[in-house]
């Protein structure tokens, strides 16, 4: 079967018009207002548009120049909507440079012979295709998606080629410039892939994307941001399990904050909102970065040290303590500061399950809090012989 450059000019125009019509109905879709879509949905479309020019019964050096900026265009929106999508902000200089770069086209590179052309505008579709590549590299922070190394890849191939392309011309291998040569299907032919795979990977991260936020809602209490019961459970077993592996322990904390309703009742709920807020943000204070602080309902809290061998619990809950205390006395309307009770249970070096773990820890709590609150207690130890008293010293 015989391919010809003006076939596939066709199907890469068709291929862009589907992809834009296939963003934009995403974006209704998901309710989106993700600009984007738009950026991406616009790019696909003047994409189209400009290969539609080029093969169009119009004078060949008008033809070339509005197909050759409609593409070009077309990259660089693509481009502005990557940026938008991985939240990063461009450079100052790279909206004018752009601008200088289609100002340079329309007012001399359009009028030059074919392989100044090819050269140029190769270039510009490479540059921004590497750069497209280099925005969707993985970032501190961010959450890595499946789809994210193959979007990447495929800019990164398609820029490549461009490059190629645009070295080749500059080298002198005119042919590369001809659309009638071998080597001009081969790079139509990488450009209608493109076109159809491209969209199709920036889409499915999108999608991705959004799953990974749902999935994060569902395991984030709404008021504190911290890991809800749901997500103690998942992290904080996997941590034990982990753990255990090396022979070391956990320490589960659990806090109840003390007359938690008479702060509501008297103060009322936003101020028992703010004081959730305030506790929850000195826990995170306190936690090291492999420790999971969660909160697991009402005013109960869960702070699980990882293979904590060095740092003695009982300071974490004492820093914890005073600094509850410092900070709702300073907070207005309130006469008396708030407590907090606290339960203690260790791992050990037996293979204890979470939810042993926390049952152990919620028994000591309600001892702390029948022996008068504001203090921290010690559960039996799992293994081993128990000790002669499990009472601790009040926190203060």
């Known amino acids: 079967m015989h391919i010809d450059v003006i076939t596939l000019f066709y199907m890469t125009c068709g291929v862009s018009f589907v992809a834009a019509l296939h963003t934009l109905w995403e974006r209704r879709l998901k309710g ?3 600009s984007e879509f738009l950026w991406w949905a616009s790019g696909y479309a003047v994409i189209g548009l400009g290969c539609f020019l080029r093969i169009q019964p119009l004078p060949s050096a008008v033809s070339l120049a509005l197909a050759n900026l409609g593409v070009m265009l077309g990259y660089a929106f693509i481009f502005i909507g990557i940026a938008r999508f991985m939240a990063v902000k461009l450079p100052n200089w790279c909206g004018p440079l752009l601008a200088a770069s289609l100002v340079i086209w329309l007012g001399w590179i359009w009028k030059a012979d074919i392989d100044i052309r090819t050269a140029y505008g190769s270039i510009i579709v490479a ?7 280099s925005l969707l590299r993985e970032r ?19 820029g490549s080629i461009y490059a190629f392309r645009a070295l080749a011309v500059v080298l002198g291998s005119s042919t590369l410039a001809q659309f009638n ?6 790079i139509m032919v990488e450009g209608l892939l493109w076109a159809a795979t491209g969209p199709a990977a920036l889409l499915t991260l999108v999608r991705e994307r959004s799953e990974h936020r749902l999935f994060s809602a569902s395991e984030t209490d709404f008021l504190t941001g911290l890991d809800n019961r749901r997500a103690f459970s998942r992290r904080g077993q996997s941590l034990l399990d982990d753990t255990a592996e090396r022979g070391a322990c956990c320490n589960l904390l659990v ?9 509501n009742d008297r103060n009322g709920h936003q101020t028992g909102d703010e004081v959730l807020k305030i506790f929850a943000r000195i826990l995170q204070s306190e936690a090291q970065p492999q420790d999971i602080v969660a909160r697991l309902g009402g005013e109960e809290f869960a702070l699980l040290l990882a293979g904590d ?30 407590t907090v009770s606290a339960g203690l249970a260790s791992s050990g070096d037996c293979d204890v399950g979470l939810d042993r773990l926390v049952a152990l820890a919620d028994a000591a709590l309600y001892r702390a809090k029948f022996n008068g609150r504001n203090r921290l207690e010690r559960a039996e130890p799992v293994c081993g012989a128990p000790v002669t008293s499990g009472l601790r010293p009040a926190v203060a």
């Open 32 to 34: 989106s207002n993700g």
């Open 127 to 133: 540059a921004l295709s590497l750069g497209a590549a």
């Open 140 to 158: 501190p922070g961010q959450p890595p998606y499946p789809s994210q190394q193959l979007a990447k890849t495929l800019f990164a191939i398609h």
């Open 181 to 186: 040569g071998v080597v001009m299907i081969a």
């Open 255 to 263: 806090f109840d904050l003390d007359h938690f309703k008479s702060i």
């Open 309 to 338: 061998q060095t740092r003695r619990p009982e300071t974490v809950a004492a820093a914890v303590s005073t600094r509850l205390r410092e900070a709702t006395l300073a907070f207005p309307g309130f006469a008396e500061p708030v």
